[in-house]
């Protein structure tokens, strides 16, 4: 199968499976969403102007970065296995996919959107090339004003705003120093090879934390080797001569090292609250539509991806965030890879690392994919 991969270079969500796509070494070319067939063909059979879109050669579709990699795993298509097979790593992989895609999106859209002075003559010239390609300079420019403007406005419903910039900015250094870290002696999250949380973290950490003029040069002087596990991530081969060669081995005994340890004490402090929120809004949101139809996403449209807003405390700052059932989609994944063998390893992980309600944050009913959107289930049977 030769494969068309739909998207942009600087988009988070494609930057995950086109990472899964080279590392697996398999047969497919870029194609950007700003052509006209796109817009044409793929957007009626996907529901919705959405990326990335993953195309066939027989003409088959697949949208969303975390489907994309599940649904070429299950072909068997990959050299590496992408999902560890024990308990540990196999959880940790989905924490991270969860957190990499999701927890990292303030400073993603921080770094990118308010830094004008430094990214913007790079973000104007790259957008209207992928979105707008053979566009005159006045359509291109009115082009990147309109998407500049929506993308200002999605950061602020992921919670940054003049009051919590100064935490976003000390949570996302504390964040490369425990990357760094763990790092020195780890070509990968795991071990030898990449798995779901790598491609889970290389979203916001290559298109928008590595490539955007301010963030890009932050991350080369403060973690070199989260610059160059970038860069790997983005090789056709493992690409780890600096750590010798090792082979496509995860850490021997479902090993977790103190450094992974800290990392995921790091996603409990920065995320358990922001996941939470949600999980609470979206329990209060379906009690109040017990007539719900199954398949449906309860919304005004079917592509409609925000339920409401709702507030915590985040890093001792009131934010606001959006409600989006995907996050719920991805926390359902974190809690199936623990309901396998080895849970009592899981819970002592969890619990030593504060992440144990994580496997209890769910809602009366399962969010699903049908059609390339997110629905809801049939309700659950007994208390959620």
Same mark, same amino acid.
């Given at each position: 199968? #030769?494969?068309k991969l739909h998207g942009t270079p600087g988009s988070l969500y494609t930057a995950k499976a086109r990472s899964y796509l080279i590392k697996q070494g398999l047969d497919f070319e870029n194609r950007s969403v700003g052509e006209?067939?796109?817009?044409?063909?793929?957007?009626? $059979? #996907?529901?919705?102007?959405i990326m990335p879109v993953l195309e066939g050669s027989d003409g088959s579709l697949i949208q969303d970065g975390s489907n994309i990699i599940q649904t070429l795993e299950a072909q068997g298509e990959g050299r590496w296995e992408t999902f560890p097979d024990t308990p540990r790593?196999?959880? #940790?992989?989905?924490?991270?996919?969860?957190?990499?895609?999701?927890?990292?999106?303030?400073?993603?859209?921080?770094?990118?959107?308010?830094?004008?002075? #430094?990214? $913007?003559?790079f973000l104007q010239r790259d957008f209207i090339a992928t979105l707008a390609p053979g566009a005159t300079r006045e359509d291109?420019?009115?082009v990147y004003a309109n998407a500049s403007r929506r993308m200002r406005a999605a950061m602020a419903s992921f919670g940054v705003g003049e009051a919590s910039i100064p935490a976003v900015e000390a949570a996302y250094e504390?964040?490369?120093?425990?990357?760094?870290?763990?790092?020195?002696?780890s070509p990968y999250l795991l071990g030898g090879r990449p798995t779901i949380g790598d491609y889970g973290l290389i979203g916001p950490l290559y298109a928008h934390l590595a490539r955007d003029t301010y963030p890009a040069d932050l991350m080369k002087r403060r973690a070199y080797r989260v610059w160059r596990w970038v860069e790997r991530m983005n090789a056709p081969d493992l690409d780890s001569g600096d750590y010798g060669s090792p082979p496509p081995q995860l850490f021997a005994d479902d090993g977790v090292p103190q &450094?992974?340890?800290?990392?995921?004490?790091?996603?409990?402090?920065?995320?358990?609250?922001?996941? &939470?929120a949600q999980v609470g809004f979206a329990r209060q949101w379906l009690e109040a539509r017990p007539d719900l139809e199954a398949g449906t996403n309860g919304l005004a449209r079917p592509g409609d991806r925000v339920l409401g807003k709702v507030g915590f405390d985040w890093r001792g700052t009131p934010i606001e965030v959006a409600v989006m059932p995907y996050?719920?989609?991805?926390?359902?994944k974190v809690q199936d890879a623990a309901g396998g063998p080895g849970e009592a390893e899981i819970q002592a992980l969890l619990q030593a690392?504060?992440? &144990? &309600?994580?496997?209890?944050?769910?809602?009366?009913?399962?969010?699903?994919?049908?059609?390339h959107v997110e629905v809801w289930g049939e309700p659950l049977e007994g208390p959620r």
């Open positions: 199968m #030769i494969y006209a067939r796109f817009r044409a063909e793929i957007v009626p $059979q #996907i529901g919705r102007w790593h196999r959880v #940790i992989g989905q924490i991270f996919e969860l957190f990499g895609g999701e927890g990292l999106l303030r400073p993603a859209m921080h770094y990118r959107w308010n830094f004008d002075d #430094i990214n $913007q003559p291109g420019e009115a504390q964040f490369l120093d425990l990357f760094e870290a763990h790092l020195e002696h &450094s992974l340890i800290d990392l995921l004490r790091f996603v409990a402090e920065d995320y358990l609250p922001d996941i &939470s996050r719920l989609f991805l926390l359902q690392t504060g992440l &144990s &309600s994580l496997l209890t944050l769910k809602t009366q009913r399962r969010v699903e994919r049908q059609g």
